[in-house]
């Protein structure tokens, strides 16, 4: 048993825990702001192409490090599900938005996208969020995973290199000591990407993370025990892993773009909950 599991006394790994989709609704962004306040977040990745992302939830994002630094802000780059691309000539696309997860995957896997709208239709999302923020982001990573996804890697960390080097880029490999069980399909698919990922991240010099925790289905009936789930993520992290998450509370327009609705105010009650703490404390991690 690690030291992670048994709770050892000593130095607390930091990590990140990072709360996805900022500025997807009023409602979520409110919620991520909530627990960036009360300490139980330390990380969240914007969604610059979703139509609530306005200045104004920007600045209440961005206030939060006056004075201190609280949250590290990155982009969440989007390229699937109900959004508008916000470059004028990005392809594919179906009804005005962006086609969806499994379509993105086989299209990449066939080569079928096209690497300079990519390439483009990624930095009109960069530019967007410096303009929002006045800064680079700490740090960039994909809806639905998006950008492991192979045509999508390559444009996204080109993208990376020229514009902002000194970010680093999420990959979403697990702790390699840990086993998966045969039924995990999405965390063997994560681990299969993301070698690729980093080994094409570490060609163009871009960092990355160590390792990542999080990834679970979110529509399962198990799903609604996030508390249980939690520890798990926590096994064995190394210092700045990346444990994702989805908290925030539900309101039209989240119920309008994402299917991922009061999941999310479960894990919202969990991260602001009374047993949180302990459990980062008995795991031997803490937020960097």
């Known amino acids: 048993m690690s030291r992670a599991d048994t709770g050892v006394e000593g ?18 962004s409110k919620g991520i702001r909530d627990l960036v306040i009360k300490g139980r977040l330390n990380a969240t990745s914007v969604m610059v192409a979703a139509p609530s992302l306005d200045r104004a939830e920007a600045a209440l994002l961005k206030a939060l ?6 949250v590290a802000i990155g982009l969440h780059v989007t390229l699937t599900g109900t959004f508008k691309p916000m470059s004028a000539d990005y392809r594919p696309r179906r009804d005005g938005v962006f086609l969806s997860i499994p379509e993105m995957m086989v299209r ?7 690497h300079d709208r990519l390439k483009t239709e990624i930095a009109t999302q960069l530019d967007a969020f410096v303009s929002q ?3 680079t982001p700490d740090f960039i990573d994909g809806h639905q995973h998006a950008h492991l996804f192979p045509q999508v890697r390559e444009a996204l960390l080109d993208v990376v290199k020229a514009k902002a080097p000194q970010a680093w880029v999420r990959q979403c490999g697990t702790v390699a000591s840990l086993p998966h069980p045969i039924w995990d399909y999405k965390t063997r698919v994560l681990d299969a990407l993301s070698a690729r990922f980093r080994a094409l991240a570490a060609e163009r010099g871009v960092r990355t993370n160590p390792a990542f925790a999080g990834a679970y289905d979110f529509m399962s009936a198990g799903a609604a025990d996030f508390a249980r789930l939690f520890p798990d993520f926590l096994r064995e992290l190394p210092a700045q892993s990346v444990v994702m998450c989805h908290p925030g509370f539900v309101d039209a327009e989240l119920e309008r773009l994402d299917p991922l609705t009061t999941q999310r105010e479960r894990e919202y009650a969990y991260l602001a909950g009374d047993s949180f703490p302990g459990v980062l404390r008995a795991h031997g991690v ?3």
């Open 108 to 114: 990449g896997t066939l080569r079928l996208l096209d």
């Open 65 to 70: 490090n006056d004075g201190g630094r609280k």
């Open 286 to 288: 803490a937020l960097a």
């Open 11 to 28: 130095s607390p790994r930091p990590i990140w825990l990072c709360a996805d989709d900022y500025g997807i609704s009023p409602a979520v």
């Open 133 to 135: 923020f006045g800064q």
